[in-house]
C-alpha cells in the first residue's frame, strides 16, 4: 500500500473547512485503496499538548517535513504560526526536497464589521505569494474545495485518463448533478478558468443535470453576465462555455441562446457572427413572447450593423441590405417600447446611432 502524507495548515476560523477537508480523506481513502494508495491527513489537532522540548511548533514543522503535500487555507488572516509552516515548507521545496505547496483561499463574503486587524497578515501573504510568482487557488465552498483537490490528487497519483471525474452511464444521478454545479462554480468563481478537459466534462455534466439543476447553472451564469458585462468583461467571458453547454444540453430553450448571444456581444472582441445566430434563434424559439428577452431584437440590431460592410466603410446601406437591418432595429424598438429612447442614447449604441444617420434618420414605427 503506497501512503502519501498530507499537512493541513489553516488558522482557527477555517475549522469547519478542515473538518471537511478530513471528512473527504476520508471518502478517497475508501475509493482509492482498490488503487492500492492511502493519504494520511496530519494537523494540529492531532498532535498531543504534553510539553516538547523544542516547543509543539516545532514539533508541527518536524512532522510537516516528512510530508508529501502541504495544504494551507487561508480566509480573512494569516496566523503567525500557520505562515511559519509555509514558510517551513517552502524553504524545503525550494531545497528539493520539501512537499508539494497548494494555497486555497476561501473567496466568500465578509461583513465589514468582522473586519480587524488581522486582515493585515492576509494582505501581506497574498503580497508574498505574487512575488514569488505563485496564484492561490479561490474555492467558494467546502464542496469546491473538495472538488479541486480531489481533482489534483487524480493528476498526481491517478491514471492519465483520470476517470474517476468522468461521467458515464453508470455515474449515478446524485453525482452528475454535484459535478455540474461543481464546475460550474470553478468555471465562474475559480481562480482560474476549466482546462479544457474539465470543459468537457462540464458540458457533459450538464447535458445530463437534472431540470432544476441546470436551471440554477443558467441562474449563476446570467447573475454573472449581468453583474460584470459593462465593469469586468474579462470576468463576463467566463459565462460563454457556460451558456454554450446549456444550449447544447437544451437546444430548444431560448433563453440560453439569448444569454449566449449576449455575452458574445459583450466580449473584449465581439463574435458578431456568431452573436447574430445566437440571437435569431433566441428570437425564433421565443416567437411573440416579448415579455420575455425584450433585448434580443436589440441585440440583433447591434449585431446587424456591426456586420453591415456598407456601414463600415462609411457608405449608406442600400437596397434590401438597408431594409433588412432597418426591420431588426423597428423590432428592437418595438420591444423596448418606452424604454428605447433610453437605450438608443446609451454608449453601446453608438454604432446605432451611426447608422441611422447614415442612412438618413428613418422613421422606426
Known amino acids: 500500500m503506497q501512503i502519501r502524507k498530507i499537512f493541513l495548515a489553516s488558522s482557527q476560523e477555517l475549522e469547519q473547512d478542515r473538518r471537511a477537508f478530513e471528512l473527504m480523506l476520508g471518502r478517497l481513502n475508501q475509493q482509492w485503496r482498490p488503487r492500492n494508495f492511502t493519504f494520511d491527513l496530519i494537523v494540529w489537532e492531532n498532535f498531543i499538548d504534553a510539553m516538547s522540548r523544542d516547543g509543539l511548533q516545532k514539533e508541527y514543522n518536524k512532522a510537516l517535513r516528512d510530508c508529501d503535500i502541504f495544504v494551507m487555507m487561508f480566509f480573512t488572516k494569516v496566523g503567525r504560526y500557520t505562515l511559519e509552516e509555509f514558510e517551513t515548507a517552502f524553504a524545503d521545496m ?36 505574487k512575488a514569488l510568482n505563485h496564484y492561490v487557488t479561490a474555492y467558494r465552498n467546502t464542496e469546491d474545495l473538495q472538488y479541486q483537490f480531489s481533482h489534483q490528487l487524480e493528476k498526481l497519483y491517478g491514471s492519465e485518463s483520470g476517470r474517476a471525474q468522468e461521467i458515464d452511464d453508470r455515474t449515478p444521478q ?58 469586468d468583461k474579462r470576468l463576463m467571458e467566463r459565462t460563454i462555455p457556460v451558456f454554450e453547454a446549456l444550449v447544447r444540453a437544451d437546444p430548444k430553450w431560448h433563453a440560453s441562446h439569448g444569454q449566449l448571444g449576449y455575452a458574445l456581444v459583450d466580449k473584449l472582441e465581439p463574435d458578431w457572427q456568431r452573436a ?67 437605450v438608443i442614447e446609451a454608449p453601446d449604441s453608438a454604432d446605432l446611432r451611426a447608422w441611422l444617420r447614415l442612412n438618413g434618420s428613418p422613421r422606426l414605427r
Do not use: H
Open 94 to 129: 525550494v531545497a528539493g526536497s520539501g512537499p508539494r505547496i497548494y494555497t486555497y483561499f476561501r473567496n466568500d463574503f465578509i461583513l465589514a464589521g468582522e473586519v480587524d486587524e488581522g486582515i493585515k497578515s492576509l494582505l501581506d501573504f497574498k503580497a508574498r505569494l
Open 174 to 231: 446524485g453525482k452528475v448533478d454535484e459535478l455540474a454545479l461543481l464546475l460550474c462554480y470553478r468555471q465562474l468563481y475559480g481562480g482560474s478558468t476549466l482546462d479544457a478537459a474539465d470543459l468537457s466534462r462540464l458540458q457533459l455534466a450538464v447535458e445530463r443535470a437534472a431540470r432544476q439543476v441546470r436551471d440554477a447553472v443558467f441562474s449563476l451564469a446570467s447573475q454573472m453576465r449581468r453583474e460584470t458585462w459593462a465593469t
Open 276 to 342: 447574430q445566430q445566437s440571437l435569431n434563434r433566441a428570437v425564433d424559439l421565443r416567437g411573440d413572447a416579448v415579455g420575455e428577452g425584450r433585448y434580443y431584437n436589440y441585440g440583433r440590431a447591434r449585431c446587424a450593423v456591426a456586420l453591415d460592410g456598407s456601414s463600415a466603410e462609411g457608405k449608406p446601406t442600400q437596397g434590401a441590405a438597408r431594409d433588412a437591418v432597418l426591420e431588426v432595429i423597428k423590432r428592437a424598438r418595438r420591444d423596448l417600447d418606452i424604454e428605447w429612447d433610453r
